[in-house]
């Protein structure tokens, strides 16, 4: 009965009542085998729902108890599956890679699947100082024989691993072809929390921004629909540089506040210090992006991961680019690209690479590197990705040419949701007008440039935008610094899901406080906005704002 118990409740999105359901099934049940499958089962529940200590206990339990080959293989995957919510990728990836393996003859669905996830760790990890790398998870997962239906889950796999071991254009046709699936097909809600972490990523590495956004949104949405806490934290971390990128700052800090709060609940926060570090730079804080970095580089739980040095050198070359310290912002950039093949970041720090570059004077380097960026914009094929490429090809080149590619750039840009990057292209190309002396031209650019930056929140870049205009002879006044800067981390979250039109009972439910506490907020957030009413929230957080009302 509790077992049933546990069914309904899963059904219903109560991840950890049918936990506690079915840990209370395993303690009542007499017989040895019996109880060894409702202690595995607890345990996969306690997982999914963020209680990895309990998790632990139950599947050590369990492995006392007479488990079969194929239950001692879901033993190996769930302990997999707990090393990497609660501690880091490279912890998780030998253990989904044993029981992969293991899986293989019982289960082909299952083992593509565990596969499927230790990819998804090689990707997040980065390169290891030991053991298996990316290169050997997708050598295995290729071998692995195929899953069951439907289709976009084996083209996905598949061209996930041509891409990692033929080349990135050798893998991009099946990855789009596998996307579009996702983006457009109908997708259960078990399947969604499994194959939309990979999905998403790898929508991110084919500049494919809609899916991307499409992808991400849906995960989150399915991982706070049925309270799966160990899925969350990795979602987040998707859908906030998503929101980083499109130029909504405040939406992404709000992710990040609600990516704090899992962490703090489960004991797993580094997701949440990855989610801080890719906002942070954007925003032009210095201060606060070097305490970032500092924990991510401290947490001895992500010791010797390459994506450690990767991200922190990226969110780096940001900052100081921002900033205009180029000298600096190339020595990041330089780090943070130094390993290619783990695409994400690393591609992302050779477009800050070809920046800093061109400014420090280096040009060779920034050619390299600009050559490098548009044989990937080739394959990709997307509007980001070729004015991504027209823009950095644009900063290589003089004249006429550089002129014709900076419009590209704009043009493609613009057709995207890729705020930041459709704005920084007016910024550079503005600096370039300036540079040929091309006043009146460079003022349009850089003018737009620092609105667009300044709405966003990108500080850091729009004061280099008004110090451009100033250089052309612009009058221009620093932007008044946002009332919203004011509320802290959870009361902007807060205000934002109220903002959005969620009752206190239902924010206090994502948050994990009680509707009294999110009242208790919503007064200092009032007081402190100078508004009388939850209605006005809205209005007043996007005073200031690109986004429609």
Same mark, same amino acid.
């Given at each position: ?32 085998? *019996? ?313 992302? =720090? ?20 600009? *050559? ?26 003089? $004249? ?29 190309? $503005? ?101 009388? =009413? ?16």
């Amino acid at each position: 009965e509790l077992e049933r118990s546990a069914g309904r409740a899963q059904a219903r999105g109560g991840v950890a009542a049918a936990a506690a359901f079915l840990e209370r099934a395993a303690e009542l049940t007499p017989d040895a085998a *019996r109880r060894g499958a409702r202690a595995l089962a607890a345990a996969r529940a306690k997982q999914r729902a963020g209680g990895y200590d309990a998790a632990l206990e139950l599947l050590d339990a369990a492995e006392l108890s007479p488990l079969d080959e194929r239950e001692l293989a879901q033993a190996d995957l769930l302990r997999g599956q707990i090393m990497f919510a609660s501690r880091s990728a490279g912890a998780g990836l030998p253990l989904l890679l044993k029981a992969a393996k293991r899986l293989e003859p019982l289960d082909a669905g299952l083992a593509r699947e565990t596969y499927r996830d230790a990819l998804y760790a090689a990707f997040t990890a980065g390169r290891l100082p030991s053991g298996a790398q990316l290169a050997d998870v997708a050598a295995a997962a290729l071998a692995a024989p195929p899953g069951p239906r439907p289709e976009r889950n084996d083209l996905l796999m598949t061209g996930v691993a041509a891409m990692v071991t033929e080349g990135y254009a050798a893998g991009m046709p099946t990855v789009r072809q596998a996307l579009d699936a996702f983006s457009t097909e109908e997708i259960s809600r078990e399947e969604g929390l499994g194959w939309l972490p990979l999905a998403s990523r790898m929508a991110f590495n084919a500049w494919d921004f809609d899916g991307w956004s499409t992808l991400s949104a849906k995960l989150v949405e399915l991982a706070r629909e049925t309270g799966a806490l160990s899925i969350l934290p990795p979602a987040l971390l998707l859908l906030v540089p998503n929101r980083a990128h499109a130029g909504q700052l405040a939406v992404a800090e709000s992710l990040v506040a609600e990516a704090v709060t899992i962490g703090e609940a489960t004991g797993s926060r580094f997701f949440a210090q990855y989610c801080a570090l890719v906002v942070e730079p954007w925003r032009g804080r210095e201060a606060a992006t070097r305490r970032t970095i500092e924990a991510v580089t401290r947490d001895l739980a992500l010791q010797g991961e390459g994506k450690v040095l990767t991200a922190t050198h990226w969110a780096s070359a940001v900052l100081c680019n921002g900033l205009g310290r180029y000298e600096e912002a190339y020595v990041s950039a330089e780090r943070g690209c130094e390993h290619p093949q783990e695409l994400g970041l690393a591609i992302s =720090s050779m477009v800050e690479l070809v920046e800093a570059a061109t400014r420090s004077g280096r040009a060779a380097r920034a050619v390299v590197a600009a *050559r490098h960026l548009d044989e990937m914009a080739q394959a990709a094929g997307t509007d980001w990705a070729l004015g991504t490429s027209a823009l950095v090809r644009a900063q290589v080149s003089e $004249g006429p040419a550089a002129d014709t590619l900076y419009r590209e750039a704009i043009e493609l840009l613009g057709r995207t949701e890729v705020g930041v990057a459709r704005a920084r292209s007016r910024l550079l190309y $503005g600096e370039w007008l300036r540079r040929e002396n091309r006043r009146a031209d460079a003022r349009e650019q850089l003018g737009a440039a620092y609105e667009l930056l300044g709405q966003m929140g990108a500080e850091a870049f729009a004061e280099r935008a008004r110090r451009e205009l100033q250089a052309t002879g612009e009058a221009v006044r620093k932007r008044p610094v946002e009332v919203r800067t004011t509320l802290t981390a959870q009361e902007a979250q807060i205000a934002q899901l109220a903002g959005d039109g969620l009752t206190n009972s239902e924010i206090g439910a994502q948050l994990f406080i009680s509707p009294h506490t999110v009242e208790w907020h919503l007064r200092k957030i009032f007081v402190k906005l100078g508004i009388v =009413s939850r209605k006005q929230i809205r209005a007043t957080l996007l005073e200031g704002t690109d986004e429609p009302a």
